[in-house]
């Protein structure tokens, strides 16, 4: 019985070692970007109040604010990107004295999120919800688009700055680079993202007073830049280092 020896050229090919050799030295670098870009969305929030001795006339209140502002915010048309309600709650509040469980008055409040492309209308919403009678707003707080081309670009540097470092470190070696092994992404993340960030534009303005017919002056705000950082690790192979002494080695 002989054995079934294969010479089939579609033979499976060792394995690459996972470390350089002397004839395939490997170098490994980190490539890094940060980009100082313009922000592309802005984000407020808007909380409706409202308080009575009685629920009903509470809850109208509330009712009558929150379609006030929805309605506002309506009519800035395609500047408003995004309109959505995150809670709403009514609650009672109790006497501190006294027996038994007796209502002092109702708490209502509805809050939503605004986001606008449109940092001109963004000052003249800004003011004139601020406005409205005990409605609150909070930001704005800046922030680019999870596809905006800033993302991409800063990888696209980063790449290329971890294949500068890689040939600069070959050619001190008087080598030159051979062939990328590897290309890991630790990821390109804006720091101003969707939470609120430090630095924001404006914190919080206080509750609004009455309606009023004459319009409030529009707040002047500057948009905030974004930092956009992109990080990557390369390993790349590299032809045989001239080790040889220069001519002042020894």
């Given at each position: 019985?002989?054995?079934?020896?294969?010479?089939?050229?579609?033979?499976?090919?060792?394995?690459?070692?996972?470390?350089?050799?002397?004839?395939?030295?490997?170098?490994?670098?980190?490539?890094?970007?940060?980009?100082?870009?313009?922000?592309?969305?802005?984000?407020?929030?808007?909380?409706?109040?409202?308080?009575?001795?009685?629920?009903?006339?509470?809850?109208?209140?509330?009712?009558?604010?929150?379609?006030?502002?929805?309605?506002?915010?309506?009519?800035?048309?395609?500047?408003?990107?995004?309109?959505?309600?995150?809670?709403?709650?009514?609650?009672?509040?109790?006497?501190?004295?006294?027996?038994?469980?007796?209502?002092r008055a109702y708490h209502g409040s509805v809050h939503l999120t605004v986001e606008l492309a449109d940092f001109?209308?963004?000052?003249?919403?800004?003011?004139?919800?601020?406005?409205?009678?005990?409605?609150?707003?909070?930001?704005?707080?800046?922030?680019?688009?999870?596809?905006?081309?800033?993302?991409?670009?800063?990888?696209?540097?980063?790449?290329?700055?971890?294949?500068?470092?890689?040939?600069?470190?070959?050619?001190?070696?008087?080598?030159?680079?051979?062939?990328?092994?590897?290309?890991?992404?630790?990821?390109?993340?804006?720091?101003?993202?969707?939470?609120?960030?430090?630095?924001?534009?404006?914190?919080?303005?206080?509750?609004?007073?009455?309606?009023?017919?004459?319009?409030?002056?529009?707040?002047?705000?500057?948009?905030?830049?974004q930092t956009v950082h992109a990080q990557v690790n390369a390993r790349f192979t590299m032809t045989p280092p001239?080790?040889?002494?220069?001519?002042?080695?020894?």
């Amino acid at each position: 019985m002989t054995d079934d020896v294969r010479t089939t050229d579609d033979a499976p090919a060792s394995a690459a070692p996972p470390y350089g050799t002397p004839e395939t030295p490997r170098v490994a670098v980190r490539g890094e970007a940060r980009l100082e870009v313009d922000p592309e969305i802005a984000r407020i929030t808007v909380t409706v109040n409202a308080r009575g001795t009685d629920r009903r006339a509470a809850l109208d209140d509330l009712t009558r604010r929150n379609a006030d502002v929805l309605a506002l915010v309506k009519s800035y048309g395609d500047s408003v990107e995004k309109l959505e309600t995150g809670s709403f709650s009514i609650s009672p509040e109790l006497t501190r004295h006294g027996r038994g469980e007796r209502v002092r008055a109702y708490h209502g409040s509805v809050h939503l999120t605004v986001e606008l492309a449109d940092f001109t209308a963004l000052g003249e919403l800004t003011t004139r919800l601020a406005d409205l009678d005990l409605t609150r707003i909070g930001g704005p707080w800046w922030s680019l688009r999870p596809d905006s081309p800033a993302h991409g670009e800063a990888r696209r540097q980063a790449v290329r700055e971890a294949v500068q470092r890689a040939r600069e470190y070959a050619e001190a070696l008087g080598a030159s680079l051979a062939a990328l092994v590897e290309l890991a992404d630790l990821g390109a993340e804006n720091a101003g993202g969707y939470a609120p960030a430090p630095g924001y534009g404006m914190q919080r303005a206080a509750y609004g007073g009455a309606e009023s017919a004459d319009q409030p002056p529009v707040l002047d705000l500057e948009p905030q830049r974004q930092t956009v950082h992109a990080q990557v690790n390369a390993r790349f192979t590299m032809t045989p280092p001239d080790l040889s002494p220069g001519p002042t080695g020894r």
